[in-house]
């Protein structure tokens, strides 16, 4: 007994089954892909179509929530392109380089408050209390003098003709911007309701 003999059988070779791939008119592949013989009746579905996209195009309407206002956008082009606030990295002097020490730890203090004050600001909504309806309101008063008394002296400080291009409080003043469009929607929901 060989325990070779066992496996003999599944030794054995096989035949690899090709075949031929046969072309009845093989210009037809050596072109541009042909129309579908059954797109036939897609003729008579043309009107149909265009009935079903008028119908969508009655009802579509711009949806400007999403949309950046022309101020903002030109902003953010100016910001990326070259020479840009957000693209001074690319030059051999970074940032950190450029704003003195006593700018940087100002700017520091300045964001660590305000954060403190936008986690209350973000963390009350949704309201489940008329206590924390009130909160918003005190908080969003307190965030608009946050504005006026640190982040727009901080601005005014940093108004050089060295430091102007970096718009250094520019992601402050969008975080409060957010905020007080969201506080400005939440008042509107709730005079709309009938509450105040």
Do not use: C
């Not at 042909?34 to 008028?54: E, F, G, H």
């Not at 949806?63 to 030109?74: F, K, R």
Request: proline share 4%; aromatic share 6%.
């Amino acid at each position: 007994f060989k325990p070779d003999d066992d496996l003999e059988d599944l030794r054995t070779e096989q035949q690899e089954e090709t075949q031929t791939l046969k072309l009845v008119n093989p210009e037809r592949y050596l072109r541009a892909p042909t129309t579908d013989r059954s797109q036939k009746n897609s003729v008579l579905q043309i009107p149909i179509n265009l009935n079903n996209l008028k119908q969508e195009m009655a009802n579509w309407h711009v949806n400007t929530e999403l949309s950046l206002n022309s101020s903002l956008a030109h902003r953010i082009v100016k910001d990326l392109t070259p020479g840009g606030a957000l693209m001074h990295g690319t030059t051999a002097q970074t940032l950190s380089q450029i704003v003195p020490q006593n700018i940087q730890e100002e700017m520091q203090t300045i964001y660590i408050s305000l954060s403190e004050l936008l986690r209350h600001f973000w963390s009350s909504f949704p309201p489940s209390s008329s206590l924390i309806e009130e909160k918003i309101h005190r908080v969003h008063d307190t965030i608009e003098r946050f504005r006026e008394t640190q982040v727009n002296a901080f601005k005014a400080k940093v108004s050089t003709d060295l430091l102007t291009d970096f718009h250094l409080a520019g992601h402050m003043e969008d975080l409060i911007d957010t905020a007080n469009a969201k506080y400005q929607q939440w008042v509107k929901t709730l005079s709309s309701t009938g509450r105040t």
